[in-house]
């Protein structure tokens, strides 16, 4: 009957530690898993995050001194009255020098500007010259 029990508890500790080789193998590919998202997230992306600075491939760049107003109307929280204002002044002053100078207009304000900022420019012709 001992050779029955011992049969027993052998079997019982064989399959606890079967499972725990389970866990840890999934536990294993979990992580596995984890780092061939970050690694190609890193390759496609470059490691860097999108900051108000840079905009995405394929968004739309305007440099604000060769920009139409119909350009201008495609920026976000640009309409019609914001993009006419927007040629007006850069009519009255020749150009612009910076993209900061869009704050002398009317309507917008350090936040829309922060907002704008990665989709417009400035070109370093118009700053040189001007």
Do not use: C
């Amino acid at each position: 009957m001992q050779d029955a029990n011992e049969a027993d508890e052998v079997g019982t500790r064989d399959q606890e530690w079967g499972r725990v080789v389970r866990i840890r193998t999934q536990a294993f590919a979990a992580l596995l898993i984890l780092i061939v998202v970050w690694t190609l997230g890193v390759v496609f992306f470059g490691g860097r995050e999108n900051t108000s600075e840079q905009a995405m491939p394929g968004e739309l760049i305007v440099d604000l001194n060769d920009a139409t107003e119909a350009e201008l109307n495609l920026l976000p929280g640009v309409g019609e009255k914001l993009a006419s204002d927007i040629l007006k002044y850069r009519d009255n002053v020749g150009g612009f020098r910076s993209i900061e100078e869009l704050m002398n207009i009317r309507g917008i304000k350090e936040g829309r500007l922060l907002s704008l900022k990665k989709y417009i420019r400035v070109s370093e012709k118009h700053r040189l010259t001007k």
